[in-house]
């Protein structure tokens, strides 16, 4: 299906909104490429955004989405996409309507000059994962063991290797890392699993709201500080995982750090691994580039 237009997604708000009258219209770039996404400004000067599927799998996903939302509103410290209102598909499925929450998004590297900011980062994580896992079982998602998800660590790397377009040096550190058995005894946990782009928002020094929840499972709590690891210097990354460590209820394993840097190496793997799955050859060079420049970075340096 094509893509919507902004004025298209106007239309699905004002029906899912009672008194919703769009006066500005602005097509947003959605987190996931089968999701049409516009940010709407009302006659009341109210902001909404408006989300709409592309396809059956992308609405259920929403939908999923939707309802884990409803459930965690009342657990967290900060703002979260809850739909007040929705709006029929012609095709199946439905529009979700949500107000635009406040902030602006996060960007690793400021984490280094604004402590107190990384300190809330730290915290927003760490009231993620202190999430009783029972929620995420019942909405139907997700929920590995920490051998379960080391496994799904190991086929992934299958998969990116029979790409034959990763560097050796990396497709070795990479397996080095995953067959250390010892590394990967961390108790799972409540994880968003998107943390990364425009998905964090702060106002000031504060984390005031956290966005797109469809990839959310109980599995490594590494995989939500792999963005910062990966996208900061190390110096940005202490006090994000000191203020992580002092505020999770339960203890931190040792090599949570190093999981969650490896975590960020392997987004850029499956970036490569969806190019490839979706014959898109400018995401395909944009992965092996990123990997190129990866592995000159690393080196042989052990993971």
């Known amino acids: 299906m094509p893509s919507r237009s902004a004025l298209a997604l106007a239309a699905m708000a004002s ?8 006066m500005r219209t602005q097509t947003l770039d959605a987190t996931a490429d089968d999701v049409d996404t516009a940010l709407i400004e009302d006659n009341l000067s109210r902001h909404w955004v408006v989300r709409a599927p592309r396809n059956d799998v992308a609405g259920m996903r929403l939908d999923a989405e939707s309802q884990l939302v409803a459930q965690l509103r009342s657990w967290l410290p900060f703002g979260m996409p809850e739909a007040e209102g929705v709006a029929p598909l012609r095709n199946g499925g439905r ?59 190991l086929a992934e790397l299958d998969r990116v290797a029979a790409t034959g377009l990763t560097p050796v040096r990396l497709l070795t550190r990479w397996e080095h890392a995953v067959e250390e058995v010892g590394a990967w005894r961390f108790i799972p946990c409540v994880v968003h699993g998107d943390l990364a782009g425009d998905n964090v928002l702060a106002d000031g020094e504060k984390v005031t709201g956290v966005m797109e929840w469809s990839e959310t499972r109980v ?83 052990p993971w």
């Not at 006090?239 to 209820?249: D, F, G, I, Q």
């Not at 092996?288 to 420049?293: E, F, K, P």
């Open 15 to 22: 029906a899912a909104i009672s008194g919703l009258e769009p």
């Open 219 to 301: 599995a490594d709590p590494a995989d939500d500080l792999a963005w910062v690891s990966i996208g900061a210097t190390e110096p940005a990354m202490r006090p994000v995982l000191e203020a992580y460590t002092a505020a999770r209820s339960e203890p931190v394993d040792v090599d949570l750090a190093r999981r969650a840097r490896l975590s960020g190496e392997f987004a850029i793997a499956r970036w490569l691994l969806h190019g490839v799955h979706t014959d898109d050859a400018a995401i395909v060079d944009d992965a092996v580039q990123m990997l190129a420049d990866l592995e000159a970075g690393v080196g042989d340096q």
């Open 95 to 153: 529009a979700i309507v949500h107000r635009q929450l406040p902030g602006r998004p996060v960007r690793p590297l400021e984490l280094l000059h604004r402590p107190a900011l990384a300190a809330s980062y730290g915290e927003a994580i760490a009231a993620i994962h202190d999430l009783p896992p029972r929620l995420v079982e019942e909405a139907g998602l997700p929920v590995y063991t920490a051998e379960e998800y080391r496994f799904r660590r």
